[in-house]
C-alpha cells in the first residue's frame, strides 16, 4: 500500500499565495509520476499539474504562469506552488500518485486539501 498525505492549503485572498505539499509513502517500488487534481464544488475532479519521474512537468492552460508543480530533493515529494491565486482556483486539492509495480499502474489518491481564494 500507497500512503497519499497533502498539506498547505488554507485561505487567502485573490493575488495571493499558496504552497501545497504531497508525500509519499510506504510499500514502493516506483513512480511514475506525481500530480494534483482540483475539485470545486458541483464541477467534476480536473488535472492542474503533473510531474513524472524524468522531472518534465506539465500544467493546464488556466493556471499556466501562475502554478509551479516541482519535486523536492526527498524522494516522493512534490511541491505546487500557486501564485497570482484566483477565487475561480477555490477547490479542493488531490495529490495523485501513479504507481507501478511488477508493470502494473495503480493510482493512489491523497485526503484532500482545501484551498479557498476569497476576500
Known amino acids: 500500500q500507497v500512503q497519499v498525505v497533502e498539506s498547505g492549503g488554507g485561505k487567502v485572498q485573490p493575488g495571493g499565495s499558496l504552497r501545497l505539499s504531497c508525500v509519499a509513502s510506504?510499500?514502493?517500488?516506483?513512480?511514475?509520476?506525481m500530480g494534483w487534481y482540483r475539485q470545486a464544488p458541483g464541477k467534476e475532479r480536473e488535472l492542474v499539474a503533473v510531474i513524472d519521474n524524468t522531472g518534465r512537468s506539465n500544467l493546464v492552460d488556466s493556471v499556466k504562469g501562475r502554478f509551479t508543480i516541482s519535486r523536492a530533493n526527498e524522494q516522493w515529494t512534490v511541491y505546487l506552488q500557486m501564485n497570482s491565486l484566483k477565487p475561480e482556483d477555490t477547490a479542493v486539492y488531490y495529490c495523485?500518485?501513479?504507481?507501478?509495480?511488477?508493470?502494473?499502474?495503480?493510482?493512489?489518491w491523497g485526503q484532500g486539501t482545501q484551498v479557498i481564494v476569497s476576500s
Open positions: 510506504g510499500n514502493i517500488f516506483n513512480i511514475d509520476a
Open positions: 495523485n500518485v501513479e504507481h507501478r509495480r511488477l508493470g502494473i499502474v495503480e493510482n493512489y
